[in-house]
């Protein structure tokens, strides 16, 4: 594996803000290194996120039994492959193939299911390019949670860091415990704060001046930090799900968005500072995710936690997952462990991901 491999990665993230795709060399000569190459940004137009952020609302959650589900999934996979080609042909990439996480419908892995929609066969030959996709499905099938899955990442690519904290529609963290690596949902970010965003008519809350201009609800910060899923243990992962069940109605019949926005920072800043403080040293800590952009949440993260927040450059903030599922494509390619049952909770680890050859 000294040579290097060039791979194209695609991220969707629960907040629906687009498709993130990095190009980038990894080669390993006793540790694994990346180079990006070229990276770019796909905003979502109305009609993928109105389609994107409906299905969720399908009666049912197997694609089988739901032809208007699948129809969407070979869609959504053809418009990822013209994206892909567009990228392609924008930065005259040459990759091995293509690893795509899809965009997530759906994530019950407690009834041992979860669908990440973006048919692979449909992808690969629009971009006529070799595709891996599906990294969740082997793990929640063996019992595991399907997720997070970007901390085999987090150790191999970004270990100058003990703690790796990623802010995106949900926020979850990943560090080593005894030379094993643990990580898990910590709580629902910005699937909230661009919800309060959107009421007013704003794709997300910049730099977080609206929050920091609120007062928080000290009421409702108590009623938030009070759900059950915090004092679980991990494994534990959290899906769209959590939010429309637990969050949104907290949330959807009042006025005053300042003020909720401010107490869930606040939550946030509160459920991150305990997630990490169970490690005994202060330590680096890389954030990373749309919220690292989020100037006053980085903030009260800072407050509420004895590690030193490192922000990184907007490179790794924004495409790290994408970067990170590259790799995770790389590595099922040889067939080697991308998924950690210390991770996910699962029987064994994995090699998971399903591979699609473009049609001839």
Known sequence: MTKKTNIIGLMSGSSLDGIDLVDADFWNDGK???????KDNYDYDNYWKKSLSDAFFTDCVKMDGNPSLKRLDIEYGHFLGQ???????????????????????????????????????????????TVINDFRTDD????????????????????????????GGIANVSYDIDGQRIAYDICIANQALNYLANRLSMP?????????????DHQ???????????????????????FEENIKPSLEHRDDIANMMATFVEHIAIQIGASVETMCTSSLMLITGGGAKNKYLVERIQAHTKHHVVVPSND???YKEA????????????????????????????SSGKI?????
């Open 32 to 38: 694994w290194h990346f180079e990006i190459v070229a």
């Open 316 to 318: 790794i903030i924004d």
């Open 83 to 129: 994206v892909t080609k567009q990228f392609i042909e924008k930065f005259n990439l040459k990759p091995e193939f293509v690893a795509s996480h899809g965009h997530t419908i759906f994530h019950k892995p407690q009834e041992h299911y979860t669908l990440q929609i973006g048919d692979g066969q449909a992808l690969a030959n629009e971009c006529g390019v």
């Open 140 to 167: 929640v099938l063996k019992g595991g949670q399907g997720a997070p899955l970007v901390p085999i990442g987090d150790k191999l690519l970004f270990s100058d860091y003990p703690v790796c904290l990623n802010i």
């Open 356 to 360: 699609f050859h473009p049609d001839k």
């Open 220 to 242: 409702l910060l108590t009623s938030l930090n009070s759900h059950p899923f915090y004092s679980q243990k991990y494994p534990k992962s959290l899906g769209r799900e959590f």
């Open 204 to 216: 997300y809350d910049k730099d977080g001046l609206i929050a920091h201009s609120g007062v928080i």
């Open 323 to 350: 970067l990170v599922f590259a790799f995770l494509g790389l590595l099922r390619s040889y067939n080697e462990i991308n998924v950690l049952k210390s991770v996910t909770g699962a029987e064994s680890d994995s």
